[in-house]
């Protein structure tokens, strides 16, 4: 449980990082966020 709370985690910090980046859009941003969720 916890190990996969680590990557998910760090799955959305390397969303969020790449969002601001402007790598993504922010609908990319949305649909990816809410399957990690």
Sequence with gaps: ???VRMIEG???EI???RYA????TS????RIKSELE
Excluded: T
């Design 27 to 30: 609908e990319e941003y949305q």
């Design 1 to 3: 449980m916890g190990i």
């Design 15 to 17: 969303l969020r990082m």
């Design 10 to 12: 760090g799955a959305l």
């Design 21 to 24: 980046k402007g790598e993504i």
